[in-house]
């Protein structure tokens, strides 16, 4: 997940990422948070536009979901999480 | 957050080192703002803004960064490789900063609240690493295209143009043409300051670039529609000279290259830095009086732009070799520059612009172009007028003296099509074929020469190969004659003369032998008056002498009869 700062939303998408491993794919997710004010090389290298901004490499197919993921239906639909 | 600044009274200026453009907005775009370019696909919009900062870097020292929402590292480079613009190795200077944003919509899922933080990022990474002045966005509109919301996006345009002034930077954001709103997705909502619009249209097969300024806050600028073109240069941009008709004019005169015509034109030729047409039917010669002048002037030492719309430049020399006049060592020198190009190829804007660049680089005195027919035959005859318009003015701000030849149609009345552009002329050389007894021959005249009294006459134009001549025609009881009909009269006219002297000659001997004839005579009279005189004076002597004698024997008898002629007097009383 590429956050910036520590605003409101980058905090929230966080936070709900989290929730959702917890929930959902209790132990089997890998999460690396990069904040890209601290590192902005990455941006470039990954194309990161919008913040924040998840990039889900695995399982393919290799998706990216932008927003503080508040929206969990979207969410699930677009990781392949069966409920 | 930065302090805003106060918005200063006088706008600064950006320079853009694009021919033309920075003369239409009098310095170029507002300095630490955003300009909006606004056009269809094709029309440059990109190639502007790439220019902006290549020129940036090359001319004014001062670093930019491109952004390319849309064009791939490699189609960029090629597309302006083309145009000499070298980007990698300015890239490499660390100049100029190239980065490229792919927003793939179709990858992209929106699960919530987002702002477009890592766009800034980079942004200002780019900027921060070069320390840029200018900045190129093109086009923003693609991050329409990959998110959708629309509330987040237009905030966050806001917040992008306000981040852009903070940072100080001159920047340029291009967009497409939109159905109803100007752009596409209404950007110019967001640009208050400058926005450009880059038009590319076709009319009759040809197409014609115009640029248009049509906000610019804070500067005067014209609203006008200005002809560019793109070549291998880049881009150049005409703008529109002298508005006021106050260009200095000049009393020099030069020779056309025919001293006949020189003497014809008040004895001394054509002003300088006046614009000349020379028009007539088909052959009449008008190329060749065009070259003419053109050979004259560079015999002056002086350089001259011929544009031929018509014959490659070797059939040109060609042909003005059968008239002796050799053109090739002047080409050679580089006094002559020839040019040819189809007319029907390019809209009128762009030969104009073609023109415009080709004098700023060759800077000639006389500038001919060779026929004007097609070109003013392929625009509205106000457009036409308009565009010979700014070309004259261009040309005479610029002291160069320009000639244009016309071609005029069998049958129309000869002065007919060229009603419009006349008045544009300073002088008006009209060739016309003169048909008498089977024979076609060419006659000049001057239908009008501003600024200087000329010959009204009609003279013949020979082309021969000694070159051009003017002759007097014949203007007899017979009409008005050239040709061999006129050297057929001459002739007649000179043994005229010789018979007249021989009746002459006849006349004055008559006249002589009368002369001595009659003196003779007087003479042969005279002595006989002589001779006579002396035998009546002889006579006339004997005769007094006879007389006298008669007295004096009369005396004496009477002496000897003295008494008695007494008596007897005394007796006869």
Known sequence: MYVYNDTPTSRSASANLQKLCDEHLKGQCDIEIIDIMKKPEVAYDEQIVAIPTLVKQSPLPVRRLIGDLSNKERLLVSLDIGR | MQQVEPQEEVLGK?????????????????????????????????????????????MYNEPGVFVAFEETKKKLAQNTASLGFKINELVQQKKLHVDYI?????EIEETGEYDLEGLFVRLGHAIDSIGAKRVVLDTLEAIFAGFSNEAILRAELRRLFRWLEEKGVTAI????????????YGLEEYVSDCVIVLDHRITEQVSTRRLRV?????????????????????????????????????????SSGIPRLDAMLGGKGFYRATSILVSGTAGTGKSSLALSFANETCKNGQKCLYMTFEESPNQVIRNMRSIGI????????????????????????????????MVESLNPAVVIMDPITNLITVGAAADVKSMLTRLIDYLKGKSITAMFTNLTHIGSGLEATESEISSLMDTWVLLRDIEIGGERNRGLYILKSRGMSHSNQIREFLLSEKGINLLDIYVG???????????AREAEDRANDVLR????????RELERKRKVVQSQVESLQAGLEADEQEIKKKINESKLRQ????????QMAKLRKADANSAKKQTK
């Not at chain 2, 792919?102 to 179709?106: C, M, P, V």
């Not at chain 2, 002559?336 to 104009?352: C, D, I, P, Q, W």
């Not at chain 2, 006298?548 to 005396?555: A, D, G, I, R, Y």
């Open chain 2, 477 to 487: 009881p017979g009409g008005v004659l050239t040709g061999s009909a006129r050297a």
């Open chain 2, 173 to 184: 954001v291009t967009a497409e043409r939109g159905p109803e709103m100007l752009t596409r």
């Open chain 2, 102 to 106: 792919y927003i793939e919509r179709k």
């Open chain 2, 326 to 357: 050799d053109l090739l060592p002047w080409v050679d020198k580089g006094l002559l520059k020839m040019t040819a190009v189809r007319s029907t190829y390019y809209g009128l804007e762009t030969h104009l612009v073609t023109i415009h660049k």
């Open chain 2, 214 to 254: 049509v906000k610019y806050r804070g500067s005067t600028h014209g609203t006008n529609e200005y002809p560019y073109l793109i070549d291998e240069n880049g881009m150049s941009i005409l703008p529109i000279t002298s508005i006021g008709l106050d260009y200095h004019s000049t009393t020099d005169r030069i």
């Open chain 2, 14 to 58: 950006s320079l853009t080192g694009i021919q033309g453009f920075d003369q239409i907005t009098d310095g170029g775009l507002p300095q630490g703002r955003i300009t909006l370019i606004v056009g269809g696909p094709g029309t440059g919009k990109t190639l502007f803004a790439m220019q902006f900062l290549v020129n940036g870097v090359r």
């Open chain 2, 548 to 555: 006298k004698v008669t007295t004096e024997e009369s005396e």
């Open chain 2, 501 to 508: 002297q021989d009746e002459i000659a006849a006349l004055q």
